[in-house]
């Protein structure tokens, strides 16, 4: 999510609908993160059901079918192994969110809901065990889904310059790095943002 480059696309509106009968690459890390830190309780923390975290499974649940029902094809990708490279923005990232769950825990202890609420998603993890429940649910409702070797951005990036996909399904910019012909952003399951596509 480090380059915006919508001075530079070529932006064009679209409907749903105009995505009919076409294969659609989706970055599922990205659209996970943005479940598990929306759909979240009165703590912050993911939805859950008797403890269990299931704000992935809804979003997702929700989504695919969605877009199942428009004529949509989607192709879910999972991020492989990180590159060595991305090690220490990893470590960053785990630190920070270290760092969040102690203030949330301050706040819950000090009754503070208001900032667990806004705290609680900064400390949101998409575990292994979240991740084998979301390929299942694909695996339910016969989505097609496939690991990369590294960033899942730039597998989907590369299945669609090859022809394999119409487009991907994404909101970071660096998917256009990687090489991808045709982004289409806000992809929501109900429209609630107007959709766009790169070019």
Avoid at 93 to 99: G, Y
Avoid at 149 to 172: F, H, K, L, N, T
Wanted: with cysteine.
């Amino acid at each position: 999510m480090g380059c915006n480059l919508r001075d530079l696309a070529v932006i064009e509106p679209l409907d749903m609908s105009d995505l009919s009968g076409q294969r659609v690459a989706v970055d599922v890390f990205l659209n996970a993160y943005q479940f598990i830190t929306s759909l979240t309780g009165p703590d912050g923390k993911p939805l859950s059901y008797n403890g269990k975290p299931v704000a992935h499974l809804m979003g997702f649940l929700d989504r695919t079918t969605v877009m199942l029902s428009e004529g949509i094809d989607p192709v879910f990708v999972f991020d492989g192994r990180p590159h060595e490279l991305k090690r220490e923005t990893l470590r960053g990232r785990k630190k920070r969110k270290q760092e969040a769950f102690s203030r949330w825990e301050a706040a819950i202890e000090a009754g503070d809901m208001a900032a667990a609420k806004k705290l609680g998603p900064q400390t949101a993890e998409y575990t292994p065990e979240m991740v084998a429940e979301t390929k299942r649910l694909f695996e339910l409702l016969g989505a097609t889904w496939v690991e990369a070797p590294m960033e899942a951005e730039g597998a989907a990036a590369v299945r669609c310059a090859r022809g394999e996909v119409g487009a991907v399904a994404s909101q970071d910019w660096d998917t256009l790095l990687y090489g991808a012909p045709v982004m289409v952003r806000n992809l929501t399951s109900h429209g609630t943002r107007r959709f766009g596509r790169v070019l």
